[in-house]
């Protein structure tokens, strides 16, 4: 009889200790749900744009076909970068000698090219230093003259004494000289392609840079003067001439600076 009034006070409080248990489940937080054995899973953020590059500036000194000058590059990404430079190309030659189908004449050469130019230059992949560019200039100067003069005398006739000198003798002066003048446009695109990073990976590299500028076709003009006078009527021919030189090559090299 005990025994039997025993299991059922047992019967009748086990509900009432499952409830209790279930309880003090819900009332704990997440935190103390957690298996503090297991050891944290740290995830890893890789950012799609490198942010935190600190080197993206690059200052270099280019030479080639357009003369020399300075250039400073700055890096966007490994797929964009720009450049700003100037370069100039001063060329001036006095009295060269010229035998123009047998007669001597005397050149004066003067050519002035400077210009500014801003470049975008894209790479189209990122591991190599191939690029496309394209950009435009504006040119300070853009002209080139020669002026053109005999260096003797020459002779007209033959007085029959056998020296092989005309009866009639022209100096140089009075035969007089040409000036032949040609400029183009300040404002010109640029396009091209090359190879090296306007802002190298390492402290300093080398690149080349090949493109063409669209001048337009060129302004001639030409001056005469004593008996030759008369080939300034031939400006207009000459200015047609000239018409299809609209692109100025550009050959390019650089030694680039990172800083």
């Known amino acids: 009889m005990r025994h039997a009034y025993t299991l059922s006070i047992f019967l009748f409080v086990l509900p009432f200790l499952s409830f209790a248990q279930d309880a003090e489940t819900e009332g704990t937080t997440p935190e103390q749900n957690v298996d503090t054995a ?3 899973q740290e995830v890893a953020i890789i950012p799609l744009v ?3 590059k600190k080197h993206r500036h690059a200052i270099a000194l280019d030479f080639g076909a ?3 000058g300075l250039d400073y590059g700055y890096s966007l990404n490994r797929h964009f970068a720009m450049h700003l430079g100037y370069m100039m190309l001063p060329v001036s030659i006095e009295d060269y000698a010229y035998d123009f189908q047998g007669t001597k004449t005397q050149m004066d050469i003067n050519v002035k090219f400077s210009h500014m130019a801003l470049k975008f230059d894209y790479y189209p992949f990122s591991w190599s230093g191939f690029k496309l560019m ?3 200039a504006y040119f300070i100067d853009n002209e080139a003259d020669v002026n053109i ?4 005398s020459i002779y007209f006739g033959d007085d029959g004494d056998g020296d092989g000198f005309g009866d009639f003798e022209f100096t140089p002066d009075e035969i007089g000289n040409i000036d032949v003048g040609v ?3 300040a404002f010109n695109p640029y396009f091209g392609f090359g190879f090296g990073r306007a802002v190298p990976d390492g402290y300093m590299d080398f690149g080349m840079d090949m493109g063409m500028f669209y001048m337009g076709s060129p302004n001639v003009s030409v001056d005469a003067t004593g008996m030759l006078e008369d080939t300034s009527k031939e400006e207009e021919q000459l200015q047609a001439n000239f018409a299809d030189y609209k692109w100025l090559p550009q050959l390019n090299f650089r030694i680039s600076f990172r800083f």
């Open 38 to 40: 297991a050891p944290a």
């Open 50 to 52: 490198d942010t935190e």
């Open 66 to 68: 357009q003369g020399f």
């Open 134 to 136: 394209a950009g435009v």
């Open 149 to 152: 003069m005999l260096d003797e």
């Open 183 to 185: 400029d183009w446009e």
